[in-house]
């Protein structure tokens, strides 16, 4: 298959926590990786770009330096804070002018012993490599530096691909946690009514407890 994992982290997560995050990976996929840290890690081919500040233009960044990286066609999103099943890699798209996003992801929080859906999530999209940093500069439009962009994330991350370049795809669920150490704790969600079990996973005492052991 030709796709690059592109696994980015600002190393504020536990290290045992993200440790089993990266195992996970590791087993599910034998794609090639190129990881972007903030930290060096031993994660595919490993990019370090020093302590710089944490926020949502950063994370863009660091996609882009991965993707720039990469040597495949396509690139599919990994983050530090998520788990992904087999069939979470196994995609290949259709088209190459598209952004396909992965439309089974669910989020836990640390602290509430519930999974709650979401609509979309940063972590788990894919797309044609050369199309990835042709959207992603075009967004960033020349910013310099580590510093964080002045716009609002939220005004920023829909000037990346424009609504009818979007797409979806689907398979076993993705987890998405929030520990309270990423970027951010809040996070759009879906209407669906949160459940306590997930299928691939189990319940959410088993996965709880897998992950923050």
């Known amino acids: 298959m030709n796709t690059t994992i ?4 600002a ?3 536990d290290e045992a926590f993200e440790k089993r995050i990266r195992d996970n ?3 599910k996929s034998n794609l090639p990786i190129v990881s972007v840290s903030r930290k ?3 994660f595919g081919l490993n ?3 020093g ?3 944490v926020c949502y233009s950063n994370l863009w960044k660091q996609q882009l330096i991965a ?3 990469a040597k495949t066609e396509f690139c599919i999103t990994a983050e530090a804070d998520c788990l992904y099943p087999e069939n979470y890699f196994d995609f290949v798209p259709p088209r190459k002018d598209l952004v396909y996003r992965y439309s089974n992801v669910w989020v836990h929080w640390k602290r509430k012993p519930k999974f709650w859906k979401k609509p979309r999530c940063e972590g788990a999209q894919m797309c044609d490599r050369e199309h990835w940093i042709e959207r992603l500069e075009a967004m960033i439009g020349g910013h310099q530096g580590w510093e964080p962009m002045e716009e609002h994330p939220r005004n920023l991350v829909g000037k990346i691909f424009g609504v009818d370049d979007r797409h979806i795809w689907k398979g076993d669920p993705v987890i998405s946690f929030k520990t309270g150490k990423g970027v951010s704790g809040k996070t759009s969600l879906s209407k669906e009514a949160p459940v306590l079990e997930l299928p691939y996973w189990g319940d959410i005492n088993s996965i709880h407890n897998k992950m923050f052991r």
Do not use: G, M
């Open 6 to 9: 592109i696994y980015y982290t």
């Open 11 to 13: 190393n504020v997560e």
């Open 25 to 27: 990976i590791s087993e």
């Open 40 to 42: 060096p890690i031993d």
């Open 47 to 49: 990019i370090c770009i």
């Open 51 to 53: 302590e710089q500040p």
């Open 67 to 69: 993707l720039k990286a």
